[in-house]
């Protein structure tokens, strides 16, 4: 929703090059990760997951890399654009199934 | 086409005053959830359902009611809603929590309770 946005940190692209958006995880045991994109007044919408057993997954001009060891998550879009602005945020999986949700990264495209 | 409809979109109530948002699927998704999202705290789960008459609180239950009568329905229930609970509110599905299965997320239900 539109404030959605608010407080969140910002991330000002060009349109055309390329962004990364972190995210840091809380639990050493959670075995699944996934990306998603909300866009002004919709619902989060899945972009790309990985399992922990990966480093990288790849999908259309997006690509996710997971490091275990400082327990941190990145999304890279390449040749970003207009469409992409957006909130990004990372969710995970741990114990008993639960998904974590982070509270996500703003990003805006400049034309 | 596969979705999650949640209906209202928006609804001001006043305090005390039960209400009802709907939310159905038409995936067959075993796997229902609400969620509440605000500002600076993301989004934060409130019941979710397994399964048909399989239902377990999330992390933010209190004041919140759901059932799971049919597979494709999951009702979210404020018995006597209060201001606090202004949110936005999604529900979601999943085909299966452990299939690793991502979400489809609603639209969204913008509540104001005063």
């Known amino acids: 929703g539109e404030s959605v946005g608010l407080h969140l940190p910002t991330l000002s692209v060009q349109e055309g090059d390329n962004s990364i958006i972190n995210c840091a995880y809380s639990?050493?045991?959670?075995?699944?990760f996934i990306w998603y994109k909300q866009e002004s007044g919709k619902g989060p919408q899945f972009i790309i997951d990985i399992r922990s057993n990966m480093d990288k997954r790849q999908g259309q001009r997006v690509t996710v890399l997971l490091n275990k060891t400082v327990k941190h998550l990145s999304l890279q879009i390449a040749a970003t654009q207009p469409g992409d602005s957006a909130v990004y945020f990372c969710?995970?999986?741990?114990?008993?199934?639960?998904?974590?949700f982070g509270t996500g990264t703003k990003l805006q495209v400049i034309p | 086409e596969a979705q999650v409809t949640q209906n209202p979109r928006y609804l001001i109530t006043v305090t005390g005053k039960k209400l009802t948002v709907t939310c159905s699927q038409n995936m067959n998704h075993e796997y229902m959830s609400w969620y509440r999202q605000d500002p600076g705290l993301g989004l934060r789960q409130i019941y979710y359902?397994?399964?048909?008459?399989?239902?377990d609180k999330g992390d933010v239950p209190e004041g919140y009611k759901v059932s799971r009568k049919e597979k494709r329905n999951f009702p979210l229930i404020l018995e006597s809603p209060s201001p606090n609970q202004t949110s936005l509110y999604f529900c979601?599905?999943?085909?299966?929590?452990?299939?690793?299965?991502?979400?489809?997320f609603g639209q969204g239900t913008r509540l104001t309770v005063v």
């Open positions: 979601a599905s999943s085909l299966s929590l452990t299939g690793g299965a991502e979400a489809f």
């Open positions: 969710a995970e999986r741990g114990g008993y199934q639960k998904v974590t």
């Open positions: 359902s397994m399964n048909v008459e399989v239902t």
């Open positions: 639990n050493s045991a959670s075995d699944y």
